[in-house]
């Protein structure tokens, strides 16, 4: 990791400012021989113009605004001469006070006139003359923005990042260093974002023992919410809980029932019966429950049934189509009901309905807001592509703050539109939902589309599936498979997948089974791909798909093989190292974090089109410029490692998208991964033909197993029995 350049000036102008996450990009006086004047951005609360600074951090080359110098930490040089204290006092920031009285005040206490008022606000009463409206400005200005510096040096000296003193500003404001010192592991429950290594970083700098009560208590809960966030569920039981606990901290098992306790006692779990929810997730399924229970707030004028039906039928005419029963019928209850929701796997004509409900509802309501929305950017592209309508992502569509992970659109500032159409639902985890249902009290019509077999959220919950069992909302389940030319049998081999039975002999033309060695399924692979790219498709369009990261076939292995084959090291191609990873021009980039703010999400894919090297920059250091469909991103060594190779991605990443060609391969080993809805996942991805290559056995046992772990959750019960009320319910008795 290269490090941080530290330069002396003065901030001269602020260019842009956001007062929520105080991100700001200034124009930065450099104070030496040259008076260089250089752009600065970075979180700078507070900061005063004409005042001298220390900033430490990197150049970075931004592709739109050019070079510019990344602020890591600050800290302001207060002037100790008689006359930059004059100045000082005198600067605009001072309200009431002019340089006449900024001189009695020198006169009066010296130059360590502003340490003491520091340490000794009142002392300013001891200057003769000084009018009480100058003494409440200096002594109001001087407290809060030493409050925001103490606590800027305090994160600099122990190591924590200055992002996080947005979190703890909008926890705590002027308090915030403060309640730190009293107790730093409260971060865990009060700032969104600051986890438990955070916590115990500074909780170590301050001298806390490994024993301690405060950390025992959030080493609890952030135990809990580990547990759910890497199972999916929603609670664990007492009995797992205290288990874990006593392999990790066998020397405190006689606190756990206390801190349990407390916790209960602090609202940051909720049990019911036997089961431990972090509050987060209790407060996601109650608050799902609820809304949806009583949705909608503002019933939405009935439609015209019979102006409806014209309006197909024309439309039918129009487009040259006739739809199906089941796809009529998902019209009418889209229109009826204020919550529908229409589930189906590929090619059964979801898209061709949700264009449907978008002409049809403009048509019907023209004053109307309807907005379309996916849990990932991907998603939100491809929604957009075969729709024909304007999609956004759901963080953008509630304005997501990364900074401190809380959203902008919610109860107080709820969302202004009348419909919301959800793509790919089954992706959507529980505090997600939680958060669109809390920004909804405008909204009067909701309609969720989505394959009910695809792979769950990433984050805990299953939202989609607990909807449908619950059997509270309208279903239509779209059954008709209607793509019938090229990848006709792919989608067969998906809806085979789902049912538990593939006959290889059945498939001749779109998918293929290969039968190989483990040791031979790399070459098959790059053989694979050569041959695909001979016919003409795109690195783009080619797409490796494997459940693991480790192994001969795993995600690592094929990503270095596939870069060596298809892109090697050329004199014409630039590359950099980071880590084991080489990135050369034209490599395919998988991004792995939601960049909001350069329009790039967790699982886009892009080309590496530019490799600066260090002697082209003026901080003498890589830049990379990737294209994300035309959409250019600048990524410095520092964040590297927001990026991967993407020639081979797991099926995961892969939610969202599609591609002509799916290559996955199957090995014994990786058996512990493999099962039905990752594999039919996996193959509904291909939009022309599917590669099975290695043992088939593996294939065949893998789509035998329906789940490795059936998430457990409470959403489907708080529907139907109210948002408190929970019946245990047998697991083999679950409806789906």
């Given at each position: 990791?290269?490090?941080?350049?530290?330069?002396?000036?003065?901030?001269?102008?602020?260019?842009?400012?956001?007062?929520?996450?105080?991100?700001?990009?200034?124009?930065?006086?450099?104070?030496?021989?040259?008076?260089?004047?250089?752009?600065?951005?970075?979180?700078?609360?507070?900061?005063?113009?004409?005042?001298?600074?220390?900033?430490?951090?990197?150049?970075?080359?931004?592709?739109?605004?050019?070079?510019?110098?990344?602020?890591?930490?600050?800290?302001?040089?207060?002037?100790?001469?008689?006359?930059?204290?004059?100045?000082?006092?005198?600067?605009?920031?001072?309200?009431?006070?002019?340089?006449?009285?900024?001189?009695?005040?020198?006169?009066?206490?010296?130059?360590?006139?502003?340490?003491?008022?520091?340490?000794?606000?009142?002392?300013?009463?001891?200057?003769?003359?000084?009018?009480?409206?100058?003494?409440?400005?200096?002594?109001?200005?001087?407290?809060?923005?030493?409050?925001?510096?103490?606590?800027?040096?305090?994160?600099?000296?122990?190591?924590?990042?200055?992002?996080?003193?947005?979190?703890?500003?909008?926890?705590?404001?002027?308090?915030?260093?403060?309640?730190?010192?009293?107790?730093?592991?409260?971060?865990?429950?009060?700032?969104?974002?600051?986890?438990?290594?955070?916590?115990?970083?500074?909780?170590?700098?301050?001298?806390?023992?490994?024993?301690?009560?405060?950390?025992?208590?959030?080493?609890?809960?952030?135990?809990?919410?580990?547990?759910?966030?890497?199972?999916?569920?929603?609670?664990?039981?007492?009995?797992?809980?205290?288990?874990?606990?006593?392999?990790?901290?066998?020397?405190?098992?006689?606190?756990?029932?206390?801190?349990?306790?407390?916790?209960?006692?602090?609202?940051?779990?909720?049990?019911?019966?036997?089961?431990?929810?972090?509050?987060?997730?209790?407060?996601?399924?109650?608050?799902?429950?609820?809304?949806?229970?009583?949705?909608?707030?503002?019933?939405?004028?009935?439609?015209?049934?019979?102006?409806?039906?014209?309006?197909?039928?024309?439309?039918?005419?129009?487009?040259?189509?006739?739809?199906?029963?089941?796809?009529?019928?998902?019209?009418?209850?889209?229109?009826?009901?204020?919550?529908?929701?229409?589930?189906?796997?590929?090619?059964?004509?979801?898209?061709?309905?949700?264009?449907?409900?978008?002409?049809?509802?403009?048509?019907?309501?023209?004053?109307?807001?309807?907005?379309?929305?996916?849990?990932?950017?991907?998603?939100?592209?491809?929604?957009?592509?075969?729709?024909?309508?304007?999609?956004?992502?759901?963080?953008?569509?509630?304005?997501?703050?990364?900074?401190?992970?809380?959203?902008?659109?919610?109860?107080?500032?709820?969302?202004?539109?009348?419909?919301?159409?959800?793509?790919?639902?089954?992706?959507?985890?529980?505090?997600?939902?939680?958060?669109?249902?809390?920004?909804?009290?405008?909204?009067?019509?909701?309609?969720?589309?989505?394959?009910?077999?695809?792979?769950?959220?990433?984050?805990?919950?299953?939202?989609?599936?607990?909807?449908?069992?619950?059997?509270?909302?309208?279903?239509?389940?779209?059954?008709?498979?209607?793509?019938?030319?090229?990848?006709?049998?792919?989608?067969?081999?998906?809806?085979?997948?789902?049912?538990?039975?593939?006959?290889?002999?059945?498939?001749?033309?779109?998918?293929?089974?290969?039968?190989?060695?483990?040791?031979?399924?790399?070459?098959?692979?790059?053989?694979?791909?050569?041959?695909?790219?001979?016919?003409?498709?795109?690195?783009?369009?080619?797409?490796?798909?494997?459940?693991?990261?480790?192994?001969?076939?795993?995600?690592?292995?094929?990503?270095?093989?596939?870069?060596?084959?298809?892109?090697?090291?050329?004199?014409?191609?630039?590359?950099?190292?980071?880590?084991?990873?080489?990135?050369?021009?034209?490599?395919?980039?998988?991004?792995?974090?939601?960049?909001?703010?350069?329009?790039?999400?967790?699982?886009?894919?892009?080309?590496?089109?530019?490799?600066?090297?260090?002697?082209?920059?003026?901080?003498?250091?890589?830049?990379?410029?990737?294209?994300?469909?035309?959409n250019i991103v600048c990524y410095r060594p520092e964040n590297f490692d927001k990026i991967t190779h993407a020639y081979c991605i797991s099926v995961h990443k892969s939610q969202g998208g599609e591609y002509p060609i799916i290559i996955m391969p199957f090995i014994r080993s990786h058996s512990i991964m493999l099962y039905r809805k990752l594999i039919y996942t996996a193959c509904s991805r291909a939009r022309k033909a599917v590669w099975l290559i290695g043992d088939m056995s593996a294939f065949e046992a893998g789509i035998q197993v329906e789940e490795r772990h059936v998430r457990r959750t409470t959403l489907q019960q708080r529907l139907i029995y109210g948002t408190t009320a929970v019946v245990d319910t047998d697991e083999n008795d679950?409806?789906?």
């Open positions: 990791m290269e490090q941080s350049q530290q330069i002396t000036g003065k901030f001269t102008f602020i260019r842009f400012h956001n007062d929520v996450n105080f991100y700001k990009v200034c124009s930065f006086l450099i104070h030496d021989e040259t008076e260089k004047t250089i752009t600065v951005t970075g979180t700078l609360p507070d900061i005063e113009m004409d005042v001298l600074y220390t900033i430490s951090g990197k150049y970075v080359e931004h592709p739109r605004y050019g070079m510019q110098f990344a602020v890591e930490s600050y800290e302001k040089q207060l002037p100790d001469s008689r006359e930059g204290i004059i100045r000082y006092f005198s600067s605009v920031q001072f309200s009431h006070v002019g340089k006449k009285t900024a001189e009695k005040i020198v006169d009066a206490l010296g130059t360590e006139c502003i340490s003491m008022i520091r340490n000794e606000p009142d002392i300013l009463y001891m200057v003769p003359g000084l009018p009480e409206k100058a003494i409440l400005s200096i002594q109001e200005n001087i407290q809060e923005k030493d409050g925001m510096e103490q606590l800027v040096r305090f994160l600099n000296v122990h190591g924590i990042g200055i992002r996080n003193l947005v979190r703890l500003n909008a926890a705590y404001g002027n308090e915030a260093l403060q309640k730190l010192k009293e107790n730093p592991y409260r971060v865990i429950e009060e700032c969104d974002g600051m986890g438990f290594i955070t916590a115990d970083k500074i909780g170590k700098a301050l001298g806390i023992e490994k024993g301690d009560h405060r950390r025992l208590y959030a080493y609890l809960l952030a135990l809990l919410s580990k547990l759910t966030m890497d199972s999916g569920d929603s609670y664990v039981t007492t009995d797992e809980l205290r288990l874990v606990w006593h392999n990790r901290t066998v020397e405190y098992d006689d606190v756990f029932d206390d801190l349990l306790n407390e916790a209960v006692l602090h609202a940051s779990i909720h049990i019911e019966d036997d089961r431990i929810y972090p509050m987060a997730q209790y407060s996601a399924e109650v608050t799902i429950a609820s809304t949806l229970r009583s949705f909608p707030e503002q019933i939405m004028e009935p439609c015209d049934m019979t102006l409806l039906q014209d309006y197909l039928h024309a439309m039918e005419k129009e487009i040259g189509i006739t739809y199906d029963e089941l796809q009529v019928q998902a019209i009418e209850s889209f229109f009826k009901e204020p919550i529908s929701i229409i589930t189906g796997g590929p090619g059964t004509g979801k898209t061709t309905v949700v264009r449907a409900f978008m002409k049809l509802f403009h048509q019907l309501y023209p004053n109307a807001v309807a907005v379309c929305a996916a849990p990932t950017g991907r998603a939100a592209k491809r929604l957009c592509e075969v729709t024909g309508t304007q999609s956004t992502t759901i963080h953008s569509l509630l304005k997501w703050d990364l900074e401190t992970n809380t959203f902008g659109k919610n109860e107080t500032d709820p969302l202004d539109v009348d419909l919301v159409i959800i793509d790919e639902c089954s992706m959507v985890d529980a505090y997600v939902f939680s958060a669109l249902m809390k920004a909804g009290a405008n909204i009067r019509k909701i309609c969720l589309i989505g394959d009910e077999d695809q792979l769950p959220s990433v984050g805990p919950g299953c939202v989609l599936r607990d909807l449908i069992a619950s059997e509270r909302f309208p279903l239509v389940r779209l059954n008709h498979i209607y793509r019938q030319k090229d990848g006709s049998e792919v989608i067969s081999l998906a809806h085979d997948i789902r049912r538990g039975m593939v006959d290889p002999s059945f498939y001749h033309q779109d998918v293929h089974f290969v039968s190989c060695a483990d040791t031979a399924i790399r070459d098959t692979i790059l053989h694979i791909v050569k041959q695909s790219l001979q016919m003409g498709y795109s690195m783009d369009e080619v797409q490796v798909l494997s459940p693991m990261y480790r192994g001969n076939a795993g995600i690592d292995v094929l990503n270095n093989a596939l870069q060596a084959s298809f892109n090697p090291p050329d004199t014409e191609k630039r590359e950099v190292q980071s880590g084991y990873r080489i990135f050369r021009e034209h490599d395919k980039i998988l991004q792995l974090k939601n960049q909001p703010d350069d329009d790039v999400y967790n699982g886009d894919i892009g080309i590496l089109e530019e490799v600066t090297l260090p002697e082209e920059t003026e901080d003498k250091r890589h830049a990379l410029f990737v294209n994300y469909q035309d679950f409806p789906f």
